[in-house]
């Protein structure tokens, strides 16, 4: 039995007889600390508030949240430790929902009905995999520190860990994952890459991890290579499809990527894959399909702490662009009543404000083909929304807001008429790496353009100040922020400003381990790219060094 584990439990099930069932099951079997939750947002506040050991997820939780985006959920937020162990339970034998859990990586999946036995069966081999053998004959200690090493960051030792596990076991998938993500994380890519290469003929997430070196060093052709061959040989292959879609959007081939994304989301509709789906289709300015899918993904993260507020924003301004202003009103009502934090986010409130200008718009059109009495008696009405719009302008101004709400802003104030306070966000939001939608007429947006040009020339000058004052590792971080939109005439400068700042970190002797993928692939570029910069031998060499 389990009892030596001394297992913390969590079973959600939105059946209260199904949870009393499983409870006693685990029970039966040494599991005797066991919490229930009868749906996603119950099952999330427990995990914040303790530690859990095993978590078993039914499929189908009677709300809009499922099982399978409660483990997306869990996985992104990090709710349990990687040693922790996520099984599914579902009725379902088909081969979509086993691939829609699938790859999210649960520890295993019960199929319903089950007996205690058969709970035991499935749970003790990966129990003993992860958290070791505990028997009076052998005990082991499993892989359990080599996953709380790659939790605590500390890659470098994962990698010994693993290295010194595969001399003694041999090779194993997890623990060959575990390596190649580390090295990943490091971002050394050299050594990486041959990992993933040796491997890639047996696994195919090797494959994908070849792919995905490729993407980081902007090898965007061989990485598209490489993931269509991986498609076609595993066409259920979630992740590389994703990927096949990101590369693909980073190729500038958006309706390609659209396309995949939607094939993809008729197999598993997880949140983070929708919300891709609904942003290309933005990108592409398809309204409709914008909506649907941005509706899905509102309604199938509710419950998420971290919420996303542009994807409300972008299902609202979809909505006004295709004529559904009433329901557009509706949605910015609920949003603001079910979610208290709605009513501080910038998204939220440019929302409100675009609807309320292009209903003064439609209003001003409409009133100037009614008679005088009439116009006289609603104009009040339209002078109070304009008070109302000005009022939520002003206020946009001094809400903390990100890059990316920065384009919603952008479009309220020129909806409004304020064109200099919309240039000014919508530049602010490109120096930032935002893409500008169609805002404006041309001269307007060739001058948003050109302050975007300048400010990132700006905060550039910002980055090699904050050298000059030996903040070598804010610096650091404000060039890998920048790294990926500087105007093309800078870019080999910012390059190596990016490798140099790494360089200086390490031989003050601090940890540059976060920021050592910047550093490679800033160096990698300019090998390809820039190869007669004239700084290039100094910096390989001094990199090498290092």
Known sequence: MLDDYNLRALVVDDMASMRSMMKTQLASIGVSRVSEAPNAAVAINKMRAEKFDLVLLDYYLGDATDGQQLLELIRNESLIASSALAVMVTGETNYGSVAQVAEHTPDAYLLKPFTADKLYDRLLPVIQRKLGVRLAAKKTPGLKPIYDQYDAGHYEAVIALVDAYTEREGPRADTARLKGDSLIQMGDYVKALQHYKRLQDHFSWAALGVARIQAHLHHTDAAIATLEKLVADAPHYMHAIDMLADTYIAAHQPEKALTILENACAISPTVNRMRATSRVAEQIDDENRTIHWSSKVVEANKFAVAQDFTDHARLVRSLVKTGQMDKAV??????????????????????????????????????????????????????????????????????????????????????????????????????????????????????????????????????????????????????????????????????????????????????????MPAARVALERLKEKYANYERLPGLIEAFGDS
């Open 330 to 515: 509706a949605t910015v009502v609920r949003f603001e009543s079910e979610v208290p934090q709605a009513k501080q986010s910038a998204s939220i409130q440019a929302s409100k404000g675009y609807v309320l200008a292009k209903q003064i718009e439609n209003e001003k059109i409409e009133l100037a083909s009614l008679p005088e009495g009439i116009r006289s008696r609603r104009l009040p009405l339209l002078t109070e929304k304009e008070a109302r719009l000005e009022n939520i302008v002003n206020s946009l101004s001094s809400l903390e807001h990100s890059a990316k709400e920065g384009i919603f802003i952008s479009e309220v104030f020129i909806a409004s008429g304020h064109s200099e306070k919309a240039m000014e966000a919508a530049s602010t939001a490109m120096a930032h790496g935002e893409m500008m939608p169609a805002l404006g007429d041309a001269a307007w947006q060739e001058a948003v353009k050109a302050q975007a040009v300048a400010k990132t020339k700006a905060r550039i000058l910002d980055g090699l100040n904050l050298l000059r004052a030996n903040k070598t590792k804010e610096a650091l971080i404000l060039f890998m922020e920048l790294v990926e939109h500087t105007p093309p005439d800078l870019t080999p400068q910012l390059l190596a400003n990016v490798v140099t700042t790494v360089i200086a970190l390490k031989h003050k002797g601090q940890n540059v381990t976060e920021f």
